[in-house]
T-cell receptor, first 116, second 117 residues
């Protein structure tokens, strides 16, 4: 079983540009989460999908952020008009529904965003 | 609101010493999960353990052991005979049920463990 994968691993962009990140969850995991981690802090929840439905969004997710999970497989997180405060590690996690490991979130390697 | 406190910002030990990482949590939920994750320098969060709030039995896995005490809202993690490869940031996390049955995690600020020769 391959783990959660994220692309790109690193992204450097200029303020005001749009960026998009991709997450491929563990196959057959129907729950997918996005978190953001800044230096010296723990990850903070951004949003949650069950299959293709986005069921929960944090107030941290401003209007400039949008996430999708078409067909309930991979997910994308887009940030429009990036700001320097968006610089962080963006982490994706997936979990199965049911079974021994239900509700255990397995994380990908993250995408490190630097906004200049 | 959910809260997780890891009061130890950084711990340094010499290899083969035992070390305990503290975690204290706050929640109004009666059913929840507690987790520990390891984040090595590579950055990827590695799952270590999940504990259900109804299960207060302590657990041992190799050199790792966990002490869950609901009465004090603590879920501490002990590494026995530490090794250099244990050097990492360790996060404690608390789950909260969200719409559709998923669980969003609230993390502590982490404890940086440095194991030296």
């Amino acid at each position: 079983d391959t783990g959660v994968s994220q692309n790109p691993r690193h992204k450097i962009t200029k303020r005001g540009q749009n960026v998009t990140f991709r997450c491929d969850p563990i196959s057959e995991h129907n729950r997918l989460y996005w978190y953001r981690q800044t230096l010296g802090q723990g990850p903070e929840f951004l949003t949650y999908f069950q299959n293709e439905a986005q069921l929960e969004k944090s107030r941290l997710l401003s209007d400039r952020f949008s996430a999708e999970r078409p067909k309930g497989s991979f997910s994308t997180l887009e940030i429009q008009r990036t700001e320097q405060g968006d610089s962080a590690m963006y982490l994706c996690a997936s979990s199965p529904r049911g079974g021994r490991h239900t509700d255990t979130q397995y994380f990908g390697p993250g995408t490190r965003l630097t906004v200049l | 609101a959910q809260k997780v406190t890891q009061a130890q910002t950084e711990i340094s030990v010499v290899e083969k010493e035992d070390v305990t990482l503290d975690c204290v949590y706050e929640t109004r939920d009666t059913t929840y999960y507690l987790f520990w994750y390891k984040q090595p320098p590579s950055g990827e969060l590695v799952f270590l353990i999940r504990r259900n709030s109804f299960d207060e039995q302590n657990e041992i896995s190799g050199r790792y052991s966990w002490n869950f005490q609901k009465s004090t809202s603590s879920f501490n993690f002990t590494i026995t005979a530490s090794q250099v490869v244990d050097s990492a940031v360790y996060f404690c996390a608390l789950s909260e049920l969200v719409t559709g049955g998923g669980n969003k995690l609230t993390f502590g600020t982490g404890t940086q463990l440095k194991v030296e020769l």
